[in-house]
Structure formats: C-alpha cells, structure tokens
C-alpha cells in the first residue's frame, strides 16, 4: 500500500469509499427487492450512507489538503535547510569531502577545490585515492577499512596523525584530518574534513631551527669559532652556502664564506673569503647598501651572469658564476644599535626560493648571531684586558725594579758611608734622579696608554712651525747620536705651511721616533727628519739606515708591549710607538710604516697643516685656522 495511504486522510477517504460501496450495493438490492417496502427501506438506508459517505469524503479531502500542506511545507524547510548546509560547506575554508563505501567521490566542496586544485564537477564520481601520494595509498585504504569496522564512528583533528595531500600539480602537502561515519539501511557514507597545515609545520621547523642554531652558537665564546658557526648555521635550512661580511670599527671589511656539499664550489668559496677589501662594495653581493640602508636586500630569480654585470673585470667573477647562484639574501648584523656586517645567503639549487617568510626568518636569525659575534668579540677584548693587565703587572715589576734598586743602593751608601769627595755625591745624587725620571717616564707611558685607550686623550693645537719642533727633538738625541757616530739632520723647505697641533705632544711622538731612529742604527749610519705638503696634512718622515724590521712584525708593531715581548737588545716598556700613534690619531692624522731588513726604515706621520690667512675672532683677538681647516679636523679628544 502506498505511503499516502497510512496517513489519517488516507484512511478517512477509504472509509468514505467503502461507505459510498456499500450505498451502491444496497441500491441494486433495493431493486431487486420485490416488495415495495422492502425496497424503500434500503433506498433510505443506502442514502444515509450515501449522505455519510459524502460527509467523510469532504473531512478526509479536507484532511488531505491540510497533510499536503504541511508536507510542501516541511519540503521546503528541507531544502532551506539543505541550501543552507550546502552553502556553509561550500564557504567552509576545510576541505570537506564525502566517499561511499567504494571511496569514490560523492561531495567535493569549494574549500577542497581550493586545497586540491580540482573543480567540484572533475572530482564527483572519482576515488579518493588520487588525491593521496602513491606512497601512502596502501595504508590509507586499511585504515579506511579499519574504520568502518570499529565501534568509534568519528575521530576528531589531532586524534590522528598528520597525513599528507596531493594537489593537481604533483606538490605534496601536511594536513590534519578529521573523518565520520554515516550508517543508513543498506548504505554507509564517510565523511572527512581536511585542513592543510603547511605553515604551521613551516612555523615549527623553523622554530627547532633557531632553537638549535642557539645552541650552536652558544657552544663557544672564542671568536674564530664563532665566526665559523655564524656562517655555516643557516645551512641547509635558509641556504645552500653563506658569506659573512664584518665590517670592524676603521672600515675594513673581512670575508668568510662557508662550505658547499659540492668540493669544487667550496673552493670557489674560499676563493671568495680570500679577499679583503678597503671598504665594503655591492659585488657581488650588496653589502654596502645593506649596510648603509640596515635592511634585508633580496634577490630572487636572478638573470644568467648576473655576476659579470657588476663584477666588471675582477679576478673573482669566474669563482661567483661557477657557484651558480639562483637567489640570495642580504641580512644586515646589527647589535646595540650597531651594524657589524651583513650574511648573505645564497641559493644554487632552483627548488629553494626565497620570499618574505624566509627574508623574515632570515632576520630573526640574524638578530642572536649578530649578539653572538658581539658577545664573542667582547670576550676576546676581556681576555686581552686581562693579558694586558698581567702585561702591565710585568713591566711594572721589571722596569721598577731596576731604577728602585739603584736608588736604593745610592741612598745607603749615601747614608751609611757618603764619599768625601763632592763630585762623588754629586754622581750618586745624578744617580738617583736619573732613575727617578726613569720611573716618572715609565709612569707617564702608563696612564698616556690608558688614556688613549679610553678615547679620553685630549690635545690643545694651535699654530705651530715644524722646524723649530723638529729642531728641539733633534737636540735631545743628538748626543746619543754622536755618541754612536751616527749623522742626523733634516732634510725639509722652511717655507712649508704651519701646522695645527699640540707642540708638546708631537715632541713626545717625534723624540720616540727619533730615538727608536738613533738606538736601532749602526755605527756610522745617519737618520733623516724629512717633510712635504700632503693635501691638507703635512708629512713627516723619520727615515733611518737601520737594521730594519722584520716583516712579520710591521703589523704588530703598534701594539702595546710589543717592544718588550720580542727579544732586543735595549730595554724599554713597548708603550713608546703605541702612545705615538695614539697621539697622531688624536689630531686627526695617521702614523705608519715601511721597513727593509738591512736597509733601513721609515717611519711616516701625517699632521693637519692651517691656512696662512687668519681669521680673527672678536673675543680676543687671536689667529684662528680658517674653516677649511679646521672643520675638516676632529674634535680635540680624538
């Protein structure tokens, strides 16, 4: 029997029909009924029922009408509510797909289309197999399985372990799923929501990624190694090979590449790191703009020889194209508002790329590695405090001893048995203050090298000729020179410009050249005080016929206490050529120098000259240096 008919309408208008059966039965009994009043009796019977049929028919059409309209109702609250369903499904930003027991495709919304890259109309009707790696299939289908067998009929997101997708282009992807069971007679749906969690595994390794350069970078404080660390740690993560650039506090910039997994690109590489440059440049990376600017320069998706545009005819531009490079990022190094350099990642492999996300994390990363090489740098420059500090421990307790014992020695016997003769106590007395000034001067280099190094030396120029100042020096070592039978002079025009200095101490720097002159010269050599106008400075130069320097010690040769760590043959505190240099840098000029062995050496400083025309300032009268030259000089503090 039909549906319809088991409702209370159905059933009113079969009554009805059966009444109006049972009328129509009477009325032919009726006529068959001979007796007139047996005849009539079922007439009126069959139209009362007649009558009670009508009656029922209209209660149960009425009826009918109602359950219809209730029915169209509910029909359209059904498809309201399907349209509904159906709409937050299709805006739903999950993928959420619908199988059968054959795992063929039944729903396939927007936010799946998106993931997947398939339209809704290409993926109904087809397994759900391809949108999974061939690799997980196989045990995809048996977990499938074994879910329809169990008794749990839904697993929640993170019940499950990730699972990876695979889009229309052939990319792989994590995801998280959540998946559910729909039993109907005869029928079996599953259900699953799947959200792709990309960025969140991207997010989380590159979390475990600093984590673990922190702890590389916290394995050691010595500076080298930590130098090494900055430029391999990125590695394999953010780049195939880096270059680290250090800028140090004059301006000279220092190289240091890392290694490649191919041996010949390493070398390459270390080709690289072999340079030193002046200043930094922007080839092939740009450092100085990255520098400059203290922001990230990226480079993506670099056009072939690239290199050559920049690198003009530089040895090394063979080196950078062999590298291959495909992109690179430059990330300044800045710690306590300094810039220290900048590390560059490069990219030689084309499936790695380099975008915002990664130039982000780039910088994150180089915000502990610039406080590392700080860090370490610190640490090297305490621990050659300390060196110093036991440096100084040792020359004060060698070069005090010597002149405190000789004024020991010259003060008993002057107690205890003083000589009769005058020019005897007279020679102890001289004794006496000979190692007194010894002491004072081994005092005064202390604290003018302490000074220095502060940055708190002050100097007081003024205009000055350098003739006179040159003369005075050369008078207090001539008597040492004679006495060695050396020849010194000048050898310089009196018509040279006037210089900007504190006389006082450019004697001091003057008298250690010239002495260092004189006492490294053989007998019978000469020493030379020469000058010449050098743009804005004049230059100075302390030449000798000496035994000249070694070249392994000229760089080190400015440095305190180096004098007293080589072995010579006059004794001295080492501070003299530090202090010296410390002075000249304090008028804004340089001191350097060049040696041969066995020829001789010379020894070169630079001082700021003034302009002859005065300017006279109202206060009091006095010659000032004109602008030119003294806005181009710093501060006196140096």
Known sequence: MHQSARTPAGVTLLVAFALLAAAAGLLVAGRADVVATGRTALQGLASAMAFLAAVIALAGAWALAR????????EGELRASRAKFEGILSIAVDAIITVDEQQQILHFNHGAERLFG???SEAIGTPLSRLLPPRYRDAHDRHLNDFASGQVVA??????????????DGTEFPAEAAISRLELPGQRFFTVVLRDISERVRAEGNQRFLARAGGVLATTLDYESTLRSVA????PHLADCCVLDLVDPQGFVRTIASVHEEPELTK??????????????????????AIAQERRILRADLAPEWEREGGGHDARVEDVAALGVRAYATIPLVARDRVLGTLTLISTDSSRRYDDVTAALAEELAIPLAFAIENAWLYQSAQQATTARDEILGVVSHDLRNPLSAISMCARVLLESPPDASEERHELAGAILESTYLMQRLIQDLLDVSTIESGHLQVHPR??????????????????????????ERDFSAALP???VDAMRVEQVLANLLGNAVKFTERGGQVRVQAEVHGSFLRVMVCDSGIGIPPEHLPHLFDRYWHARRQSRTAGTGLGLAIARGIVEAHGGTLSVDSTLGVGSTFSLTLPTIDETPRVDGSDGQALPTASAAESRPTAAG
Do not use: T
């Open 498 to 500: 006037a210089v900007f």
């Open 268 to 289: 390459r590489l270390r080709a690289l790191e072999r340079r030193r440059a002046d200043v930094p440049s922007n080839w092939p990376f740009p450092v100085a703009d």
């Open 463 to 488: 205009r000055e000729s350098l003739g006179p100042l040159v003369d005075a020096v050369m008078q207090m070592v001539r008597e040492s020179a004679e006495d060695r039978g050396i020849a010194i």
């Open 155 to 168: 697993r929640r997101m993170g019940e499950r372990r990730s699972i990876f997708g695979l889009r229309r």
């Open 67 to 74: 359950e219809l309209k209730r029915r169209r109702h509910m």
């Open 118 to 120: 398939y339209a809704e």
């Open 232 to 235: 391999h740690v990125a590695i």
